[in-house]
């Protein structure tokens, strides 16, 4: 199993760009998040999504969309980049709802996006 | 604001020491789970424990676990160079699908 991978690994946006982050994962796991690590803020959840057509927002979702139209990807759509937005984004997967199913949290490695 | 608080933020110890770090959280759960990043990587899961458990053990790592007053704790006995990572709990509450990270400790062993 590949677990969770993340594309591209580093990206460079001008303002005002749009772009699409990409996740997927073959564990076939029901739940999957988007995070944005910053230094000194820990974690924090932008979407995440418990199933297939289900998606919902975190604690700092504004300027980001998400879509999960299968149980393998849930990409992360950057509408308009704004400096604000360059941070270190992880996608991350467990199997069915965390708090129900007490199942841990696969991660990806991250992408490095730096918008200018 | 982020459910989960570690403490300290920072921590240096001799190799060979013991390492202790705390997270306490605001609401229910029904599990805690910590987890540790080496520089530039991804979270690795680490351990998890249950609402109705008090203390769990995995090699050299014990967490324990306070419900009533919302808190955790993960030692880390023997601690190696191999350790020198940052460490972040996190939690899901009882009633939501949302897991939310602290901010972690930031953990050095000295040689």
């Known amino acids: 199993n590949a677990g969770v991978t993340q594309t591209p690994k580093f990206q460079v946006l001008k303002t005002g760009q749009s772009m699409t982050l990409q996740c997927a994962q073959d564990m076939n796991h029901e739940y999957m998040s988007w995070y944005r690590q910053d230094p000194g803020m820990g974690l924090r959840l932008i979407h995440y999504s418990v199933g297939a057509g289900i998606t919902d927002q975190g604690e700092v979702p504004n300027g980001y969309n998400v879509s999960r139209s299968t149980t393998e990807d849930f990409p992360l759509r950057l509408l308009s980049a704004a400096p604000s937005q360059t941070s270190v984004y992880f996608c991350?997967?467990?199997?069915?709802?965390?708090?129900?199913?007490?199942?841990?949290?696969?991660f990806g490695n991250g992408t490095r996006l730096t918008v200018t | 604001s982020q459910q989960g608080e570690e403490d300290p933020q920072a921590l240096s110890i001799q190799e060979g020491e013991n390492a202790t770090m705390n997270c306490s959280y605001k609401t229910s759960i029904n599990n805690l789970q910590w987890y540790r990043q080496n520089s530039g990587r991804g979270l690795v899961h680490l351990i998890l424990i249950r609402s109705n458990e008090r203390e769990k053990h995995s090699g050299r790592l014990r967490v324990t676990l306070d419900t009533s007053k919302k808190s955790s704790s993960l030692l880390i006995t023997a601690s190696r160079a191999a350790d020198t990572a940052s460490y972040f709990c996190?939690?899901?509450?009882?009633?939501?699908?949302?897991?939310?990270f602290g901010s972690g400790t930031r953990l050095s062993i000295r040689p």
């Open positions: 991350a997967s467990s199997y069915g709802k965390f708090s129900s199913y007490n199942s841990p949290l696969h």
């Open positions: 996190a939690t899901g509450a009882s009633s939501a699908s949302k897991i939310i």
